[in-house]
Each structure stands twice: as structure tokens, then as C-alpha cells.
């Protein structure tokens, strides 16, 4: 299972790479959560990563149809979590 807070927890105690994994895969997840990606910023220079590419607002990027196929998929995939 990968959340923030685990993120943190491995931060707490000194595994980055941990930390690292579990906000990479919650940046891949949401691409567009703030906090997530300068966590992984951050992150990322303390491990000495400096290829991590500098965030990017959703609105500068993708067109508005996009957008809304991105959060219906996202409607997908909750509906789908609180069906389990």
C-alpha cells in the first residue's frame, strides 16, 4: 500500500529510497498533486537524483478534454476501490 504517510514514515527514519519509490508511485498515480511532487523534488536531491523533472501545472499542459478524461478516470477508480 502506498500513501503519504508511509512516505513520511520512511523519511522519519532515514530510508529515502523507501520514500523515494512511494512518492514516485503516488506522483505516477496523480501527476498533478503539488505536495506529492515537491516532496519528490526533495526527495529526489537528497538522494542526489537531479533528473527529476520540475512540476507542472495540469492547466499549462493538457487541454481541457484531457483533463476531464483524467478525472473520469480517476471517478473510475474510486468507484471501483469502494466497491472492494
Known amino acids: 500500500m502506498v500513501t503519504k504517510t508511509l512516505a513520511e514514515i520512511y523519511l522519519k527514519q532515514g530510508h529515502l529510497r523507501e ?3 512511494i512518492l514516485k508511485a503516488l506522483s505516477e498515480k496523480d501527476p498533478f498533486n503539488q505536495e506529492v511532487q515537491e516532496r519528490l523534488k526533495e526527495v529526489s536531491e537528497r538522494l542526489g537524483l537531479s533528473n527529476h523533472p ?11 478534454e484531457e483533463r476531464i478524461r483524467i478525472l473520469q478516470k480517476w471517478l473510475s477508480n474510486i468507484q471501483e476501490q469502494r466497491k472492494k
Open 19 to 21: 520514500a523515494y519509490q
Open 54 to 64: 520540475e512540476p507542472v501545472e495540469a492547466s499549462s499542459v493538457l487541454s481541457e
